[in-house]
């Protein structure tokens, strides 16, 4: 057979059994909205929360409401007096690889590339971007102008001055919706904090002038440190889970075939410290 036939029954056979495990889905581990919403709250989301989400519309088989449901299902997990936060980075390599491509950040028209949900959210209704050429953070919510603050004069993407650390300030929480640890956005906050005892700095020396462009069509330039690659390819949260569970603060459940994890922005803060102590560190 011909490598091009092979190719093209393979990625049928693929496509096959994706429709199969659908529509197995749909039979047997089909949920509502309001399965979700319940599942929320009985991992621990209340009226208030801060949370930030990492999601992966990809895992929702089985789900019979539509993306923006679920999006309206997290803002009625955390009610009107809560805050709600979705990266929104225009990239899935480095921000170095990135930003050598990409001349100017659009805060209302560079889409994210964090997934579906993240970008529906990004254009929802009540929704501010932070100003940030690699890390924006989208946000809705009672704090969402606090948290969007002044982003672009962090001297890092995701440090002092940020959403990220902000979330911390206000012992927010993490939510993985189908996502697993390595989407982990809120490690680079507890580098920066923890940086004169890892074993390397996770930053490059080099400070970058960097642009975005506002919704009135101003400009403003961030000066900032960026992640170093050759420590972002090292990097495995993979490593941070085993301490979480160690000290009860992985929070897990399932709706359907959807994993929920949620974690305690505080806990993780304490488990990568912990695990600096005895020397070991999240990296290979």
Known sequence: MPAGSFKA????????????????????????????????????????????????????????????????????????????????MAFTGT?????????????????SRMGLLSELFRRSPGVVRSVHPTHP???????AEGLAADHHRAGTPCGAGTPFARLLER????????????????????????????????????????????????????????FEPSVSRRRNLGKLAPELRRQGAWHEARVGRLKLTLLGTSDVLAAVAAMADRGAYCYD
């Open 9 to 88: 029954v393979k990625k049928g056979i693929k496509r096959r059994l994706k429709m199969l495990r659908q529509a197995f889905a749909r039979t047997f581990r089909s949920f509502t909205p309001d399965d979700l919403l319940e599942r929320l709250r009985q991992l621990g989301i209340v009226p208030g929360d801060v949370v930030l989400v990492h999601s992966s519309y990809d895992a929702f088989e089985g789900f019979s409401g539509k993306p923006t449901d679920v999006i309206a299902i997290l803002q009625r997990a955390v009610g009107a007096e809560g805050t709600l936060l979705m990266p929104t």
């Open 95 to 111: 921000a170095v690889e990135y930003v050598s491509r990409t001349p100017v950040f659009d805060v209302a028209r560079t889409p």
């Open 171 to 226: 012992q927010g929480k993490i939510l993985f919706l189908g996502a697993d640890i390595d989407s982990l956005t809120f490690y680079h906050t507890i580098e920066e904090m923890l940086e004169t005892r890892l074993p390397a700095s996770p930053f490059t020396q080099q400070v970058y002038q960097l642009k975005s462009k506002l919704p009135d069509g101003t400009s403003v330039v961030t000066q900032t440190r960026l």
């Open 137 to 143: 953070v989208a946000i809705w919510g009672r704090d």
